[in-house]
Each structure stands twice: as C-alpha cells, then as structure tokens.
C-alpha cells in the first residue's frame, strides 16, 4: 500500500519505514553466524553451505528530509505539482518484472541444481563412508587372521619347545643318574688298589690285575668328565631354550592382546555403545613396527626357538650317544679286569698248590733225613767195639817177646783192619755231617715254603675279597642314567 500521490521510489519521500517491524539492527551475514562442523577423523575441509547466501542489512536513517508520522499524507505543496507525474515507464515496469521473473527463475534453477548436487554428494560421500569404513573392517579382519596365523604358529612352536625342553630335561637327568652310578664302581675299584696293596713279598707285584685296575679307574673318570660336561653344556642349552621360550610367549602375548584389541574394533558398528569422538588421534603415530618388521619379529623369535630346538636335539643326540659309549666302554674294562683277577687268583691258586705239594715232599725228606742221621749215628757208634778190639790186640800183640816180635800176617791184617775201620768212621761222619746239613737246609726250605704259601694265601684271599666287591656292578639301564 502506498500512500496518495507518491510512489515506493520517490527520492522526496525518505525513508520508508514499516508500519508493522520496527528497523532491524544491523547483523553479520548468515555465513558468519554459522559454524562449518567436520567430522572426526577428517580435515577441514570446506563447508557444505551454499555461497550465495542472502544478506540482511539495514537501511541507515537519514536526518536531512522531513519526517512524516505513520497515517498522514504529506504536505504536497503548489511549487511540486509537476514532479506527480511517474517516474517509469510501462516497458520498463515489465521489463522489471521481467527481470525480476528471471532473476528468481535461476534463483530457484541454481537452488534446485545445488539441491540436486547436494542429494547426490551426499549420497556420494555416504557411500564413501560406507565403503571407507568396509574397507577398514576388511582390513580389520585381514590383520585379525594374519594375527591368527602367526598366534598359530607360534602356538606351535612354543609347544614343541616345550617337549624338547622337556625332553632335554629328562637327558640331563639320565646324565646325572649315569654320573653318580659311576661313582659305585670307581669306589670299588680304588678300594681293590688299596686292599692288593696289602698283599706281601714277591706277590707285591704290577701284574695284569692291576695294570686292568688302574685302567679301569682312568676310564671311570674320563667317563664321568664326559658324562658332567654334556651335563653342563645341556644346563647352558637349558637357558637359552627358556630364553627363547620367555620371548615367544612375550609375543604370543602380545598377539593375544592385539586379537582382542582388533577383533573388538572389527565388531564395533555405527550403533556400538562404546564409539566416543577421540579429537586429534589420528595426528599421534604411536607405531613402533610395519607389517614387514611386524611379521619378520615373530619370524625372528621362531627362527630362534627352532635353531634352539635343533641345537636340544643334537645335544639329546650326543648325550645318547655318549651314555650308551660309556656304559659299553666301563662294561668291557670291568669284564677285562673280571678276567684278569680270575687268571690272578687261578695263578696263584695253582702256585699255592704247588708250594703245598712241595711242602710235602720236603717234611717227607726231612723225616727220611732224620732218619738217616739217627742210623749213620748208630753205624758210627757200632764201628766203635771193632775199633776197639782191632786196637787192643795190637796193643796186646807189642808185649811178645824179642824175636816173638814178628810182623807177620796177623799184623799186617790187624793194622789195615784199624785203618779200615778209622777210615770208615771218618766217612761216616762227614756223611752225618752231610746229613745234618741236608737237614738244616731243608727244614729252611721248608720254612720258606711255608712263609710262601701263607703269601700267596694273602693274595689269594685279597683278590677273592674283591671278586667279592666286583660282584656288584650297576647294570646297563642304571649306566644310562635310567633308574
């Protein structure tokens, strides 16, 4: 509505004010007044706000031209009656309108565009987000059964380190078992040293026995050394295993708690409870590996355990090896000492028995000796009386008279039967002295006999008493270590 005879453009009429608003206090523009927000995770990109926007300003007051009160028409004086006259024509009324009508027209051509672009942007950017957030969710499960596989792996793994552990275990033990088993045997051969070392006279002597025994010993020794340094070598395999054990299960730990940490994202959806916006997080890299360095650790740490594992077998291997050649080797040099004790006491079971028969024979001679002396006593005292009468006669025989002194045969034969019978009895006695002599030296021999046998009685019992302690011997199962 406008007033009577004026118009809405007239320059005299001032300001037009509204009869129903007041004036409206300048303001921003609607661009400024609104906020663009982003998405967590996103740039800042620009906003979805339309560029041409509508601007609402005010029209300042102006102070020169009268003001006319809401209601009454103003004053028209004589001297402006030729200005009534319209200031347009009626082309350019609808040349106005015209304008005005396509003005609006792509007005509402570029909103229905930018309706359109953005219907389909948004559409655009859903499915975006849709297939971004498909293609982390398949990632998430790629990662989850990578996760899985090395878990697998190492799972394994550490299982067969576990029974290889176990199992060098069970061989350091048998080491130990076969390790003190030794010491039995090694005592009683020390202790035969020690008990032959009693034996006396020429049976104190380096025989076969002893050489087997001293052998035996040294064999007994190197043994046991073999037997404590695969212990100890297996002892130091021990820690390296658990070593390797303690960094597979790290990992095998740390793969848990990735699992769960992924396969919790991997199931969180749109409508989780447990989403929360996390501003800035996708500026923190707290990242430590890549995939490639990711899959080379747990690569690393099974390359590890099995070239431990490999190193427990070989170790397992010559432990094996080295009871079973330890127990065959104390075998044989304890069966070779066995043989060579039995030869010993054969040896001087047979010299004794020998002694002993000729022992026997020297009492016999010794008893005929005896004998013999108390006869060659009892000749030499019966050659007495002849002497004796063979003497007196020649005595008698003196006391002829004179002539009567004639040697003639009676003296002749009574002189050489007292040089007989003198000649005789100093025979006699030197055989007695013989005889006497034979005796004192077998009676020597006799007693030498006796000390010899009671010798090789020693022996012969020492060497019994320790095929007595040899009879005890830890049998081929306890040799190995087992029990």
């Known amino acids: 509505m406008e007033f009577l005879g004026t118009t809405q453009t007239a320059s005299y009429c001032g300001t037009r004010r509204s009869c129903l608003f007041p004036d409206l206090v300048p303001t921003s523009t609607t661009k400024d007044t609104y906020q663009s927000y982003c998405l967590p995770g996103y740039r800042y990109l620009s906003s979805w706000t339309p560029s041409l926007l509508h601007k609402v300003v005010s029209v300042p007051p102006t102070s020169d031209k ?207 409870d447990s989403i929360s916006f996390y501003h800035g997080v996708e500026k923190a890299d707290g990242t430590v590996s890549v995939p490639a360095t990711w899959a080379k650790f747990s690569e690393d740490n099974i390359r590890c355990s099995q070239h431990a594992r490999a190193n427990s077998v070989k170790l397992r291997e010559d432990a094996e090896v080295g009871l079973e050649s330890t ?57 007495e009386y002849p002497l004796k009468v063979a003497q007196t006669r020649l005595e008698g025989r003196t006391k002829r008279p004179n002539i009567e002194l004639c040697r003639d045969a009676p003296q002749f034969q009574l002189v050489t039967e007292v040089y007989t019978i003198d000649n005789t009895l100093q025979t006699l006695k030197r055989r007695l002295q013989e005889a006497h002599d034979t005796l004192q030296m077998l009676i020597l021999n006799k007693s030498n006999l006796e000390h010899e046998i009671s010798v090789k009685t020693n022996s012969f019992f020492i060497d019994k008493k320790c095929m007595d302690m040899r009879k005890v011997f830890p049998s081929t199962p306890r040799l190995i270590g087992y029990t």
């Open 66 to 272: 009268p003001f006319n009160p809401p209601g009454r028409p103003p004053t028209i004086l004589p001297a402006s009656r030729s200005a009534l006259h319209a200031r347009y024509s009626t082309r350019d009324w609808h040349n106005a309108n015209v304008v005005q009508l396509k003005g609006s027209e792509a007005s509402r051509y570029c909103a229905g565009r930018l309706n359109t672009d953005s219907m389909r942007l948004m559409q655009d950017k859903d499915q975006l987000t849709y297939q971004m957030q498909q293609d982390s969710r398949k990632n998430l499960g790629e990662r989850i059964s990578n996760i899985d596989f090395w878990r697998s792996e190492l799972i394994y793994e550490l299982e067969c380190l576990l029974k290889e552990t176990q199992a060098l275990e069970t061989a350091k033990k048998r080491l130990e078992c076969a390790a003190d088993e030794m010491q039995g045997p090694l005592k009683i051969a020390l202790e035969c040293l020690y008990h032959r070392e009693k034996r006396k006279g020429i049976d104190l002597v380096h025989d076969d026995v002893e050489k087997n025994l001293m052998k035996e010993i040294d064999v007994f020794k190197d043994c046991q050394g073999i037997l404590t340094k695969l212990a100890e070598k297996i002892s130091q395999q021990l820690g390296i295993n658990r070593d390797a054990q303690h960094a597979l299960e790290k990992d095998l730990s740390d793969k848990n708690s990735a699992h769960f940490i992924d396969e919790k994202c991997f199931n969180l959806r749109n409508t989780s």
């Open 327 to 383: 127990s065959e080797e104390m075998w044989n040099h304890f069966i070779s000492t066995n043989l060579a004790f039995n030869n010993r006491i054969a040896e001087v079971a047979n010299a004794k028995n020998k002694l002993q028969a000729q022992l026997v024979k020297i009492l016999q001679e010794i008893f005929q000796t005896e004998d013999t002396i108390m006869l060659l006593e009892r000749s030499i005292k019966a050659k």
